[in-house]
């Protein structure tokens, strides 16, 4: 495909191949499906910031070498917009539901049990909104809950849900050490075909929100107290709750900043192109400083564990 400063030249695709292309009203950004390139399918999906580009080509280099499926990706342009161009991996007759889906499932069931105070002990007290309600559900014990709740009827239901939490652990795991802020209810999803009792994850995608680091600014406070809105509270939680968490930890011995440095210098040469230095520089100070916190919480751990 013709390539314009590493990204693929949609416009040209578009005009010279008469590539079909329609509005996809499914993303919350400018996004696109073009069909029968090279007789595959790809969604394009803009970005709301500049700043997002190249951290979902980090990711995949970082996901396939950890064993986690993950959509390909590569730059793209349209005319004036730059984005994401995602390899469909959707199958015909299969279901796909994403995240929130599974969730307001399990929170009518709750609500109509009248069980909903073992999750919220203040719900009725509180104006919860339904996208609070799901946010808040969307933690590793609540989701495998959800899981059994959809899957009940299926004679299979234990091995499915034990293979989609351990495939949706590793990935929860890779947004911990990624800083990627974006991968609440609306952004995980299954791929179901109900005749031959299947579910399972299908390939990661929405993960170019990576990377950043003043998600993470609360902690920089010496006078800092785990807040419940703290992801790294999040994770030290995540590492209290899983009794194997050896994947975490081979994915932080595995990818020092060096390492992603090297991955960097690996997509340029792959892409015939280099980084903004701004966004690189901003990537990396990011990821040095996270990587410090999370030196320092492992290292706590180890100490306590003595």
């Not at 400063?5 to 578009?14: A, C, E, M, P, V």
């Not at 390899?87 to 109509?112: A, C, H, M, R």
């Not at 009792?197 to 003043?214: G, T, V």
Request: aromatic share 14%; with cysteine.
């Amino acid at each position: 495909m013709n390539k314009i400063n590493g990204r693929i030249d949609l416009f040209y695709l578009i005009k010279n191949l008469k590539i079909k292309m329609k509005e996809a009203k499914e993303c919350s950004t400018k996004a696109y499906w073009l069909y029968d390139i090279n007789g595959k399918n790809y969604l394009f999906k803009t970005y709301q910031s500049t700043n997002q580009m190249y951290r979902s080509l980090i990711i995949e280099k970082i996901a396939i070498k950890s064993g986690i499926n993950f959509a390909h990706t590569e730059l793209a342009s349209l005319d004036t917009l730059d984005g994401e161009l995602i390899e469909n991996y959707k199958k015909e007759s299969y279901d796909y539901l994403n995240g929130s889906t599974i969730l307001e499932e399990y929170f009518q069931y709750l609500k109509e049990q009248e069980k909903m105070k073992q999750l919220f002990p203040k719900y009725k007290s509180y104006r919860y909104t339904l996208d609070e309600i799901l946010l808040n559900m969307n933690n590793l014990e609540t989701i495998e809950e959800a899981l059994f709740y959809h899957y009940r009827t299926w004679e299979n239901k234990e091995q499915i849900v034990k293979n989609i939490m351990e495939k949706l652990k590793h990935i929860f795991y890779l947004d911990f050490l990624t800083m990627q802020r974006d991968r609440g209810h609306n952004n995980w999803e299954l791929e179901e075909k109900k005749n031959i009792l299947y579910a399972d994850l299908p390939p990661l995608i929405d993960s170019n929100r990576s990377f950043y680091l003043p998600s993470f600014q609360i902690l920089l406070n010496p006078t800092y107290k785990m807040s419940p809105t703290s992801l790294y509270e999040k994770l030290e939680y995540m590492l209290d709750y899983d009794e194997n968490n050896d994947f975490f930890l081979q994915l932080y011995t595995e990818n020092p900043p060096k390492k992603i440095e090297e991955i960097i210098k690996e997509i340029e040469l792959e892409h015939q192109f280099l980084m903004e230095k701004e966004i690189k520089i901003l990537i990396m100070a990011s990821y040095n400083e996270h990587y410090q916190i999370l030196t320092k919480i492992l290292e706590k751990r180890r100490k306590k564990q003595i």
